[in-house]
């Protein structure tokens, strides 16, 4: 797909991303992702880094954008030459129960690396957020600098909250969508663009938006539910909350 179709509902604010898990091999599973991503008017479909996964999806959902995500630059090489349309470096917090953390300088390397090995495909490259929030603005800057085409924001998955529904979504939310709201403004006039990740739903995704994004990420808000068409519904929400938000913002 060509670079411009990839990235235009980035630059259009409306790029919407399910994302199907970076430890996420069960084809089935992911057939079923990618199936309802493409039935409820997803944009964009992350999955892990394996060139079956990236032809499956493309068959099954043949209009959303493929992006695959991991920490080896090395895992991309064979998902590009499968077709696959995006490249995300991370997601780190999947990593983090086994002690593993990444620095700026081990993002940065990462970063290079990436480049270096698929340089024609767009590039988004997660932010740790255990990193300080002013370290976060200038990692992203960084990046921008490399060329890096999305900086995507990560949120702290093992909040703990005591509240719930509504109030409970946007605490557990809160820390991607202060990320998001910094590194957008860090970010201005770069031409790097904003993905709000972690925490993600009918409810929060719309302020990602208007906290600054230009597109959001969402994982289990889709993927842990029951069905197929359960998680259909729930992307037509999703699509369809962005959609008000982004009438809303215009006028």
């Known amino acids: 797909m060509p670079y411009k179709q990839i990235m235009r509902p980035f630059r259009e604010g409306r790029a ?33 880094a394996d060139p079956e996964l990236v032809a499956l999806a493309k068959t099954q959902a043949p209009r959303v954008r493929t992006m695959v995500s991991a ?32 620095s700026s300088l081990d993002i940065l390397d990462l970063t290079k690396r990436t480049q270096a090995l ?12 255990v990193l300080a929030m002013e370290e976060q603005a200038q990692l992203a800057l960084s990046l921008a600098a490399l060329g890096v085409d999305v900086i995507q924001t990560e949120g702290a998955p093992s909040i703990s909250t005591m509240s719930t529904g509504l109030t409970a979504a946007i605490e557990k939310a809160a820390p991607a969508l ?22 993600m739903n009918e409810v929060t995704a719309p302020m990602a938006l208007v906290s600054g994004a230009q597109g959001v990420g969402v994982g289990t808000a889709i993927s842990g539910l029951e069905n ?9 929400e999703i699509v369809r909350a962005l959609q008000r938000n982004k009438v809303q913002m215009q006028h």
């Open 178 to 199: 202060a990320a998001t709201y910094v590194l957008s403004r860090a970010l201005a006039g770069k031409g790097t663009h904003v993905m709000a990740a972690s925490g």
């Open 118 to 129: 698929c340089p024609r495909t767009p590039l988004s490259v997660t932010i740790p957020h």
């Open 228 to 236: 197929e068409a359960a998680m259909a519904t729930k992307v037509r």
């Open 71 to 102: 920490i080896d630059p090395e895992k991309f090489l064979p998902c590009v030459e499968a077709g696959v349309d995006m490249l995300e470096l991370g997601n780190f917090d999947a990593f983090y129960a086994s002690g593993l953390r990444f």
């Open 16 to 48: 919407f991303k399910v994302i199907a898990g970076l430890t996420n091999f069960d084809r089935d599973s992911v057939g079923r992702i990618a199936r309802a991503a493409g039935m409820g008017g997803a944009t964009h479909l992350d999955l892990a």
